[in-house]
Protein backbone atom coordinates (compact mmCIF):
# COMPACT_ATOMS: atom_id res chain seq x y z
CA UNK A 1 0.00 0.00 0.00
CA UNK A 2 1.31 3.55 -0.88
CA UNK A 3 1.83 6.05 1.77
CA UNK A 4 0.54 9.23 2.63
CA UNK A 5 1.79 12.21 1.11
CA UNK A 6 2.01 13.24 5.09
CA UNK A 7 3.74 9.65 5.70
CA UNK A 8 6.39 10.60 2.89
CA UNK A 9 7.12 14.13 4.21
CA UNK A 10 7.33 12.62 7.81
CA UNK A 11 9.94 10.06 6.27
CA UNK A 12 11.94 12.59 4.03
CA UNK A 13 12.20 14.82 7.55
CA UNK A 14 13.32 11.88 9.63
CA UNK A 15 16.10 11.08 7.17
CA UNK A 16 17.50 14.09 7.14
CA UNK A 17 17.23 14.60 10.89
CA UNK A 18 19.23 11.50 11.49
CA UNK A 19 21.44 12.34 8.82
CA UNK A 20 22.74 15.51 10.60
CA UNK A 21 21.04 17.34 8.12
CA UNK A 22 18.77 19.68 10.63
CA UNK A 23 21.00 19.37 14.09
CA UNK A 24 20.03 19.14 17.62
CA UNK A 25 18.30 22.69 18.33
CA UNK A 26 18.16 23.74 14.63
CA UNK A 27 14.52 25.05 13.61
CA UNK A 28 13.15 22.84 10.94
CA UNK A 29 11.66 24.36 7.79
CA UNK A 30 7.79 26.22 8.20
CA UNK A 31 5.01 24.50 7.61
CA UNK A 32 4.32 26.99 4.46
CA UNK A 33 8.01 26.66 3.28
CA UNK A 34 7.10 22.49 3.38
CA UNK A 35 3.79 22.97 1.68
CA UNK A 36 4.86 24.95 -0.92
CA UNK A 37 7.88 22.49 -1.65
CA UNK A 38 5.36 19.75 -1.32
CA UNK A 39 3.02 21.65 -2.89
CA UNK A 40 0.63 20.45 -0.63
CA UNK A 41 -1.70 22.46 2.32
CA UNK A 42 -0.27 23.20 6.02
CA UNK A 43 -2.49 20.74 7.60
CA UNK A 44 -0.79 17.67 5.42
CA UNK A 45 2.75 19.20 6.75
CA UNK A 46 1.08 19.61 10.36
CA UNK A 47 0.43 15.85 10.38
CA UNK A 48 4.08 15.15 9.01
CA UNK A 49 5.31 17.11 12.08
CA UNK A 50 3.05 15.21 14.44
CA UNK A 51 4.57 11.90 13.65
CA UNK A 52 7.96 13.22 14.69
CA UNK A 53 6.88 14.72 17.25
CA UNK A 54 5.62 11.49 18.61
CA UNK A 55 8.99 10.22 17.69
CA UNK A 56 10.42 12.35 20.15
CA UNK A 57 12.76 13.99 16.94
CA UNK A 58 10.88 17.49 17.20
CA UNK A 59 9.24 19.93 19.94
CA UNK A 60 6.91 22.69 18.89
CA UNK A 61 8.09 25.81 20.22
CA UNK A 62 5.35 28.97 19.98
CA UNK A 63 6.89 31.97 17.63
CA UNK A 64 9.92 29.67 16.31
CA UNK A 65 8.39 26.33 15.06
CA UNK A 66 9.89 22.82 15.29
CA UNK A 67 12.87 22.36 16.94
CA UNK A 68 14.94 19.13 16.72
CA UNK A 69 15.59 17.78 20.09
CA UNK A 70 18.60 15.86 21.42
CA UNK A 71 17.97 12.11 21.49
CA UNK A 72 16.21 10.15 24.17
CA UNK A 73 18.44 7.76 24.85
CA UNK A 74 16.97 6.38 28.09
CA UNK A 75 13.23 6.93 26.77
CA UNK A 76 12.02 3.32 24.84
CA UNK A 77 9.52 2.78 22.52
CA UNK A 78 7.45 -0.27 22.76
CA UNK A 79 7.34 -2.39 19.70
CA UNK A 80 4.08 -4.07 19.89
CA UNK A 81 2.09 -4.98 17.23
CA UNK A 82 -1.44 -4.61 17.91
CA UNK A 83 -2.26 -6.82 14.62
CA UNK A 84 -0.71 -9.78 15.41
CA UNK A 85 2.33 -10.62 12.83
CA UNK A 86 2.34 -14.13 14.19
CA UNK A 87 -0.81 -15.78 14.29
CA UNK A 88 -4.29 -14.63 13.71
CA UNK A 89 -7.47 -12.75 16.13
CA UNK A 90 -10.28 -14.90 16.46
CA UNK A 91 -13.27 -13.09 17.65
CA UNK A 92 -15.19 -14.30 20.04
CA UNK A 93 -17.70 -11.25 21.09
CA UNK A 94 -18.74 -8.21 19.92
CA UNK A 95 -21.63 -6.39 21.84
CA UNK A 96 -23.10 -3.56 23.48
CA UNK A 97 -23.68 -4.53 27.19
CA UNK A 98 -22.97 -1.78 30.15
CA UNK A 99 -19.38 -1.09 31.44
CA UNK A 100 -18.12 -2.78 34.12
CA UNK A 101 -16.87 -0.20 36.82
CA UNK A 102 -12.79 -0.59 35.72
CA UNK A 103 -14.25 0.34 32.39
CA UNK A 104 -16.17 2.70 33.17
CA UNK A 105 -13.57 4.43 35.16
CA UNK A 106 -11.04 4.22 32.25
CA UNK A 107 -12.79 5.91 30.33
CA UNK A 108 -14.39 8.65 32.49
CA UNK A 109 -18.08 7.30 31.95
CA UNK A 110 -21.38 6.71 34.25
CA UNK A 111 -21.85 3.53 36.00
CA UNK A 112 -23.37 1.04 33.63
CA UNK A 113 -23.35 3.14 30.62
CA UNK A 114 -23.30 1.47 27.48
CA UNK A 115 -20.22 0.63 25.59
CA UNK A 116 -19.11 -1.67 22.26
CA UNK A 117 -17.52 -4.27 23.48
CA UNK A 118 -15.10 -6.91 21.23
CA UNK A 119 -13.60 -9.71 22.82
CA UNK A 120 -10.50 -11.66 20.46
CA UNK A 121 -8.50 -14.52 21.53
CA UNK A 122 -4.65 -15.02 19.61
CA UNK A 123 -3.99 -18.07 18.48
CA UNK A 124 -0.64 -19.50 17.15
CA UNK A 125 -0.43 -23.04 15.73
CA UNK A 126 -3.88 -23.89 16.76
CA UNK A 127 -2.97 -22.81 20.49
CA UNK A 128 -4.17 -19.69 22.25
CA UNK A 129 -1.67 -17.32 23.44
CA UNK A 130 -3.59 -14.06 24.37
CA UNK A 131 -6.59 -12.47 25.00
CA UNK A 132 -7.59 -9.11 23.78
CA UNK A 133 -10.33 -6.99 24.93
CA UNK A 134 -11.74 -3.53 23.47
CA UNK A 135 -14.01 -1.05 24.69
CA UNK A 136 -15.44 2.52 23.39
CA UNK A 137 -18.39 4.59 24.69
CA UNK A 138 -21.67 3.34 22.74
CA UNK A 139 -23.03 6.01 20.81
CA UNK A 140 -26.69 5.34 19.12
CA UNK A 141 -26.84 4.75 15.65
CA UNK A 142 -22.49 4.91 15.37
CA UNK A 143 -20.34 2.91 14.35
CA UNK A 144 -22.61 -0.31 13.59
CA UNK A 145 -22.01 -3.28 15.91
CA UNK A 146 -21.98 -5.57 12.86
CA UNK A 147 -18.98 -4.11 11.29
CA UNK A 148 -16.71 -4.14 13.97
CA UNK A 149 -15.75 -7.86 12.76
CA UNK A 150 -13.90 -6.58 10.03
CA UNK A 151 -13.02 -3.14 12.21
CA UNK A 152 -11.73 -4.43 15.39
CA UNK A 153 -8.09 -1.95 15.61
CA UNK A 154 -8.73 1.80 17.44
CA UNK A 155 -7.34 3.35 14.61
CA UNK A 156 -9.94 1.58 12.68
CA UNK A 157 -12.96 1.92 14.87
CA UNK A 158 -12.12 5.80 15.46
CA UNK A 159 -11.46 6.28 11.62
CA UNK A 160 -14.77 8.12 10.83
CA UNK A 161 -14.03 10.71 13.03
CA UNK A 162 -10.31 10.97 13.87
CA UNK A 163 -6.60 10.73 11.67
CA UNK A 164 -5.21 7.70 12.75
CA UNK A 165 -1.96 10.01 13.28
CA UNK A 166 -3.90 12.04 16.15
CA UNK A 167 -5.01 9.98 18.42
CA UNK A 168 -2.44 9.09 21.49
CA UNK A 169 -2.44 5.84 23.45
CA UNK A 170 -1.06 5.26 26.57
CA UNK A 171 0.27 2.02 27.17
CA UNK A 172 0.78 0.67 30.95
CA UNK A 173 2.55 -2.51 31.55
CA UNK A 174 1.69 -4.47 34.50
CA UNK A 175 0.59 -8.10 35.79
CA UNK A 176 -2.89 -9.44 36.93
CA UNK A 177 -5.36 -12.45 36.58
CA UNK A 178 -7.57 -12.43 33.39
CA UNK A 179 -11.10 -12.83 34.29
CA UNK A 180 -12.92 -16.14 34.19
CA UNK A 181 -14.02 -15.23 30.65
CA UNK A 182 -9.99 -14.60 29.45
CA UNK A 183 -9.03 -17.67 31.61
CA UNK A 184 -11.82 -20.20 29.69
CA UNK A 185 -10.75 -18.36 26.61
CA UNK A 186 -7.09 -19.39 27.44
CA UNK A 187 -7.36 -22.63 28.81
CA UNK A 188 -5.96 -21.03 32.26
CA UNK A 189 -5.70 -20.77 35.41
CA UNK A 190 -6.13 -17.80 37.81
CA UNK A 191 -2.23 -17.30 37.84
CA UNK A 192 -1.28 -13.60 37.05
CA UNK A 193 -0.39 -12.73 33.80
CA UNK A 194 1.56 -10.00 31.59
CA UNK A 195 -1.50 -7.59 31.16
CA UNK A 196 -1.52 -4.17 28.66
CA UNK A 197 -4.13 -1.92 29.45
CA UNK A 198 -4.55 0.70 26.63
CA UNK A 199 -6.01 4.18 26.72
CA UNK A 200 -6.76 6.37 23.27
CA UNK A 201 -7.02 9.72 23.64
CA UNK A 202 -8.30 12.31 21.10
CA UNK A 203 -6.05 15.44 20.30
CA UNK A 204 -8.15 17.30 22.89
CA UNK A 205 -7.51 14.63 25.57
CA UNK A 206 -10.94 13.01 25.46
CA UNK A 207 -11.11 9.21 26.51
CA UNK A 208 -11.96 7.41 23.03
CA UNK A 209 -10.98 3.71 23.81
CA UNK A 210 -9.97 1.02 26.33
CA UNK A 211 -7.83 -1.94 25.72
CA UNK A 212 -6.97 -4.99 27.88
CA UNK A 213 -5.20 -7.76 26.42
CA UNK A 214 -3.79 -10.59 28.12
CA UNK A 215 -0.37 -12.42 27.38
CA UNK A 216 0.72 -16.14 28.44
CA UNK A 217 4.22 -16.85 28.54
CA UNK A 218 3.90 -18.93 25.07
CA UNK A 219 3.12 -15.34 23.91
CA UNK A 220 7.28 -14.84 23.58
CA UNK A 221 8.91 -11.56 24.46
CA UNK A 222 8.29 -8.17 24.41
CA UNK A 223 10.33 -5.75 22.57
CA UNK A 224 11.39 -1.81 23.56
CA UNK A 225 13.96 0.23 21.84
CA UNK A 226 15.43 3.38 22.63
CA UNK A 227 15.64 6.45 19.83
CA UNK A 228 13.33 6.64 17.15
CA UNK A 229 10.27 4.77 16.20
CA UNK A 230 11.07 1.94 13.72
CA UNK A 231 9.12 2.04 10.74
CA UNK A 232 7.21 -0.90 9.59
Same mark, same amino acid.
Given at each position: ?????????????????????????????????????? #??????? #???????????????????????????????????????????????????????????????????????????????? /????????????????????? #???????????????????????????????????????? /?? /???????????? =?? %???? #??? =??????????? %?????? /??????
Amino acid at each position: MSQALYQRIAASLRQRILSGGHAVGDVMPSENELAGAY #RTSRVTV #RKAFHILESEGLVVAKQGKGYIVQPPRSTVYTMIFDEEAGSGRFRCLEVSILPAEPEVAQALGLRAEQLVIAIRRVLERE /GAPVAYDEKYIPYERGRPIVE #RELNFSEFTDLLSDRFASVSLRTELRILTSSPPERARSAL /GC /GGEKLITLEKLI =FS %PEGE #RLG =FGLEYLTPRYG %PLLAAS /GPAPEK
